[in-house]
Nanobody, 127 residues
Framework: QVQLVESGGGLVQAGDSLRLSCAAS????????LGWFRQAPGKEREIVAA????????YYADSVKGRFTISRLNVKNTVYLQMNSLKPEDTAVYSC????????????????????WGKGTLVTVSS
């Protein structure tokens, strides 16, 4: 059974940093794109960042460019999201996801066409 398990969420103050981790089990995703999404209360889920299998290609939502960094460690089957200069509007449940599609196919769907999803970890940023 494939599982994606996020960790690292919590309550922080504006301007602080957090590092989220997502560990996959049940299959290896070393050849697949991975992504982070978030869903704030009352809002739709949105893409935060995505990374291709090698880490050589990345995508960031405009709202997090320059503040968040996505990375991966294939030997650990893990993807990370380093979040700096956090803002109250970053408050959301953050979920990781994996896609079985190519990077070009994924980009055509604005990175939403994921096949596996984690349950999420809550990030709360106080002002």
């Amino acid at each position: 059974q494939v599982q994606l398990v996020e960790s690292g969420g919590g309550l922080v103050q504006a301007g602080d940093s957090l590092r989220l981790s997502c560990a996959a089990s049940g299959r290896t995703f070393s050849s697949n794109a991975l992504g982070w999404f978030r869903q704030a209360p009352g809002k739709e889920r949105e893409i935060v960042a995505a990374i291709n299998w090698s880490g050589g290609r990345t995508y960031y939502a405009d709202s997090v460019k320059g503040r968040f960094t996505i990375s991966r460690l294939n030997v650990k089957n893990t993807v990370y999201l380093q979040m700096n200069s956090l803002k109250p509007e970053d408050t959301a449940v953050y979920s990781c996801a994996a896609s079985l599609r190519s990077w070009s196919q994924l980009s055509e769907t604005n990175y939403y066409n994921m096949d596996y999803w984690g349950k999420g970890t809550l990030v709360t940023v106080s002002s």
